[in-house]
T-cell receptor, first 114, second 117 residues
């Protein structure tokens, strides 16, 4: 069985602070894929990143960075120098190879205050 | 390029009425998914189509729910009769073929917020 845990329900920060969102997953598969999605107040789900299980390189995209560690089954997401526009619910998701089902975490609500 | 298109964006209806939600996937994507999002249950997969064929409808809650994909560019999710507990945001998502190997990401539409009174 697959499971994604986002233990942080809500995080509130002041603008320009860094914020790290935790994601811990469970799977018995050796090949799998991890995703992060953003859901802003407008409601749409926006794809942010996909990571393969065999690629543990960290990734940086602008103010966003992701830390994938298979040893701890974690795929954490950091927003550097947060901005009000980063306020959203962020979902971590897992999909095993040769499958179509995404297992979503419960989401973390990030509020960035001006 | 246009993303996944859903209509209507908002729907308010009365209990017992038929509701039809529509989705146009991204051109060239062969996999289509319908999800429901509620506060209590989060994001739930309702049904998955590949090449217009329903592959897995185990997430469809009841016989009141039905989904069709008559062609590669259109899908509907119908609720008949609707009930207040069906109130949720319904998302359509599409993915490049076949949505299996390669871990292709799913691209979501803006969602339809359904309220059943």
């Amino acid at each position: 069985a697959q499971k994604v845990t986002q233990a942080q329900t809500e995080i509130s920060v002041v603008e320009k602070e860094d914020v790290t969102l935790d994601c811990v997953y469970e799977t018995r598969d050796t090949t799998y894929y991890l995703f992060w999605y953003k859901q802003p107040p407008s409601g749409e789900l926006v794809f942010l990143i996909r990571r393969n299980s065999f690629d543990e390189q960290n990734e940086i995209s602008g103010r966003y960075s992701w830390n994938f560690q298979k040893s701890t089954s974690s795929f954490n997401f950091t927003i550097t120098a947060s901005q009000v526009v980063d306020s959203a619910v962020y979902f971590c998701a897992l999909r095993k190879d040769n499958d179509y089902k995404l297992s979503f975490g419960a989401g973390t609500t990030v509020t960035v205050r001006a | 390029d246009a993303g996944v298109i859903q209509s209507p964006r908002h729907e308010v209806t009365e209990m017992g009425q038929e509701v039809t939600l529509r989705c146009k996937p991204i051109s060239g994507h062969n996999s289509l998914f319908w999800y429901r999002q509620t506060m209590m249950r989060g994001l739930e997969l309702l049904i998955y189509f590949n090449n217009n064929v329903p592959i897995d409808d185990s997430g469809m809650p009841e016989d009141r729910f039905s989904a069709k994909m008559p062609n590669a560019s259109f899908s509907t999710l119908k609720i008949q009769p609707s009930e207040p507990r069906d109130s949720a945001v319904y998302f359509c998502a599409s993915s490049p073929s076949p949505g299996l190997a390669g871990g292709n990401e799913q691209f979501f539409g803006p969602g339809t917020r359904l309220t059943v009174l």
